[in-house]
């Protein structure tokens, strides 16, 4: 017999007491978007009941708020390069109490044993993390992870109890076009996240019709009222990078939070600690005119309904508890956190066995893998374009000297690289990068998207070799070198991904890197971001993988040499 | 691979041609409540995309309404006294297109067997039936079905496709106390209808708390508010007797249709043939003032999100074609009903296996079974409350002869028994009642909720028997008697609730018995009714199984004899 539910039938027939009763505050009801004057009445973590309740302990929430803990309805932990326990304490206070992850970096670089490794760190975390099996690795056929998640890979996956469907199909020209390779996946759930940036018309209602009922690339209203109007999810999403909050606001207010949710997507350290999660969508909406009482519910009822999360997002019986009070309804900033009827206690550090550390194999390697011979003529040029991760494809003459290009510092011409570093096999790629200024020196890391190979920027081969090194000696992370100098690093050993410092110590030495990079003449915003989107080969329009040159608008490898 | 779906996305994206192509039709996006100028496309059944499609063929629809086919939320076939076959060409004009069944009456009188069979029976309609596992067989210790379900049964009966739950939990008191009992049975299901008349407070939160997570119970707005905030779906009811609708309007009003939807519950066949399905509660809903959009929403996503019914409910890609072309937004009554994209083809006869057929066993008996010894004194009498299922608990002193207690026309006492009818036990519980103003004769009725035993009222001990041997011969139905002599009948042999016979047979048949009911004096508006609740030991005050007098307040048996 199930002695917990009887237990809570008690306390809410109000036969036993509860074990903690929240009283006086005004609960939001996220079904009817009321606030009701009720006490919470909550035991072995579950709301029993909304009603006059007496407990072993009170909390008094008199004129403030008490509404559902904040769910992200779609991230990537390995965003916020922090462990999972720590990124537990860095949104909780937060009041986020449930992300729903797509384990798509840590899946390139670890394959399915990387997806259980971070589903067993985040098994007893005060933090509810569920994950959609990633359903993209790698991302084209010009990317190498460490090895592509077949269809039994996922079919696998979606056995464990937290994996609750696939992760966004990211592949979309791929299902629009009926590619067997995709139906197969979708064949495999039920529950699907869509990544359709752009589509519409005929091809939304085929990425419809093929069962996928989200997206969170919407960047216009009209973007978002076709995907509402096909009976996909609008996922609004508000990262670092893609912020689309503000412009998609006006659909919330025209159609109400039914069927629109909040998600980060991916989200900095720096930006979660300067301005919050998704508590800070919450504050956003309210503050462009949205009710409370929907801003809210698209943070808790709409996630837990599109993830069918059934005992989450709401203060009613048969939820789990958790809550918070909040003390108004502009900054949704809560004084009190509860995770299943508790404020979290001590989180433990997340266990990094050795084979999640040692992640990055290259071969032996030096100066010369960075070489091109050149005789002269036109090459390729990936253009930044600052603030974005599309790039321009260029053309311009490198400079060259005893049959070989070099970077110029005086046109703003680098060397770019790609190493493969998974399986130590030697490939590199090798191209040329206009936008980041650097005067001298290098930059690297290994966070290089999707497949999160080493990605390095330089304007001599030394500085790019003793670069790449250090990541290699360090299991990963971000770089500044000068020559044979370290200029500022941020390790993140585990998996080249992550960090596992605290909080603080990540902001001091992402700091310290983005100082070092403008000393070398870097003036990007955000010269990392730019970094690590060089490598995907999915955006277009010139791309850098292992394989070489990504035309990404013709999706095929082009040579170094410009034709013209 | 999956060969329609890559047919679907190819007629999506416009690179084949539709089977059928809906064109010039405004429809509906129940997403977003709003009417779409657009074709339809539908292939394979499905509805492959939405904007500007060429098909094989095409139903012009300028000027009309494109709505989701509509689903009945909660419903019990029986009631419809038809089989299923019957029961589908009858609703499906009115545009049902789905029900969720509670095959709660054929559970009774044939244990999973009977549920097995009526899942074969609707495996190939035009309609689709889904069934939830009745969770209350028998409805209390007082009544006697052909046998219990336990646990057991229904852990295999929800491992069936189309069993989605458990259906209503009609023992609301073992719920809200935390019977071992009842909390096995919710331990089988993430879904469960509820079933929570006049429960309020308290109450209400513990059985919210159990997980359940619907209602269609509820008679005032208030009733229905408290449900809402406490997070249960709000199943509004109009059924031929509990009528719901007008009474719970003001809260669609007030909340809109997200956590609410329609069924019909209990609806007679003359009620459906007279007045419509689920189309009447739209059609009254939108007269009282609610939005054609909100009213029907309620009729299609709703119940489909409610159920988890995935690809029902929506005219949107990836959604089957259950479709409705309504000739306006008064009548809904359709001039088009596709069902999977198709008008529906003439449907088969239901085959009824002998098993199915020859439920009512009764051994050997006559006038003498029926007989009531009485050396005078008050005796308890069940007391009429004409249009309602709940009775009255009198006290009277019956007249007596010969140590033998009789009817008595003048006073309007007539004899009652209840004769158990599924294992020939030859156990009888007999009684009076007062009400049906019968002057001679009697009448007897196999569908007799729950347990469908014999229920027979009358006037002699000679006409009772019969009537009870005329419905033992003929498989079950209904029956009115004068001496020897059937006056009238209506034959329900399929389990001694289902006629086999068409609708037109049926509706005269029943309008037979109920002539000649009044020929014997009563002047109830819906005798049979009555007579079909009088052994339901659940529903107050007083009530008669075959195991004797229940007082329902109590929760116990009573003897005749009363005390005073």
Redesign the interface.
């Known amino acids: 017999?199930?002695a917990p539910?009887?237990k809570?039938?008690?306390v809410?027939?109000?036969d036993e007491p509860a074990d903690l009763v929240i009283r006086g505050g005004k609960v939001l009801?996220v079904?009817?978007r009321?606030w009701?004057e009720a006490d919470v009445a909550i035991v072995d973590g579950?709301?029993?009941?909304?009603?006059e309740y007496e407990g072993r302990e009170t909390l008094d929430a008199a004129g403030r708020w008490v509404v559902p803990g904040f769910i992200d309805a779609h991230m990537h932990l390995e965003s916020s390069k922090l462990l999972v326990d720590e990124f537990a304490r860095l949104v909780l206070p937060f009041g986020t109490t449930a992300v729903v992850a797509d384990p798509h970096e840590i899946a390139n670089v670890l394959g399915t044993d990387g997806v259980h490794w971070l589903l067993d760190a985040t098994a007893n975390l005060p933090l509810d993390v569920y994950f959609m099996a990633s359903s993209c690795v790698p991302a084209s056929q010009f990317e190498s992870p460490r090895r592509e998640l077949t269809p039994g890979d996922l079919d696998a996956l979606l056995r464990r109890r937290r994996v609750i469907g696939l992760a966004e199909m990211m592949n979309f020209p791929g299902?629009?076009?009926?590619a067997?390779s995709e139906?197969?996946k979708?064949?495999l759930a039920?529950h699907v996240d869509g990544h359709a940036p752009a589509v519409l018309?005929?091809?939304l209602?085929?990425y419809?019709?093929?069962?996928?009922?989200s997206d969170h690339e919407a960047y216009t209203p009209d973007e978002g009222?076709e995907r509402?109007?096909?009976?996909m999810w609008l996922l609004i999403r508000e990262g670092s990078a893609a912020r689309n909050l503000q412009a998609l606001l006006p659909l919330l207010a025209e159609?109400?939070p039914?069927?629109i949710a909040f998600c980060t997507d991916d989200r900095e350290p720096e930006h979660i600690a300067a301005d919050g999660h998704i508590n800070s969508m919450v504050r956003d909406a309210v503050a462009y005119g949205i009710p409370p009482e929907a801003a809210l519910a698209c943070a808790t009822l709409s996630p837990a309904l599109w993830h069918g999360l059934?005992h989450l997002g709401?203060v009613?019986?048969?939820?789990h508890a958790d809550l918070l009070v909040l003390p108004d309804l502009e900054s949704f900033v809560p004084d009190v956190v509860l995770k299943r009827g508790s404020p979290a206690a001590e989180i433990p550090e997340a266990d990094v066995p050795d084979w999640v550390r040692h992640t990055v194999r290259i071969g032996a390697f030096g100066p010369e893998m960075f070489r091109i011979p050149w005789e002269g003529g036109p090459a390729r040029v990936i253009g930044i374009v600052p603030g974005q991760i599309v790039t321009d494809s260029l053309v311009d003459e490198p400079l060259h000297r005893a049959g070989e290009a070099l970077a110029d510092p005086e046109r703003g011409l680098a060397k770019i690289a790609v190493v493969e570093r998974h399986l130590g096999t030697g490939r590199v790629g090798l191209g040329f990068v206009r936008g980041f200024d650097l005067q001298r020196g290098a930059i690297a890391s290994t966070v290089a998207h999707d497949a999160h190979n080493v990605v390095v920027v330089g304007m001599n081969d030394a500085s790019m070799a003793a670069a790449v090194r250090r990541l290699a000696n360090r299991g990963g992370g971000i770089v500044v070198v000068d020559g044979a100098e370290v200029l500022a690093e941020l390790p993140l050993p585990v998996a080249g991904l992550l960090s596992d410092a605290p909080l603080d110590e990540v902001l001091t030495a992402s700091h310290a890197v983005l100082a070092a990079v403008r000393e070398l003449g870097c003036t990007l915003d955000s010269p990392f971001q730019h970094l690590a989107f060089l490598a995907l080969s999915v955006i277009p329009s010139l791309k850098l993988t292992d394989h070489g040159l990504v035309d990404v608008d013709k999706f095929e490898l082009v040579p170094l040499e410009a034709s013209s």
Chains 1, 2 share one sequence.
């Open positions: 017999m199930d539910l009887a809570r039938l008690a809410a027939r109000g009801s079904f009817t009321e009701l579950w709301i029993a009941g909304l009603g299902v629009i076009n009926g067997p139906l197969a979708l064949a039920e018309g005929r091809s209602q085929a419809a019709a093929a069962g996928i009922r009222r509402l109007r096909a009976g159609y109400g039914g069927r059934a709401a009613a019986p048969g939820y």
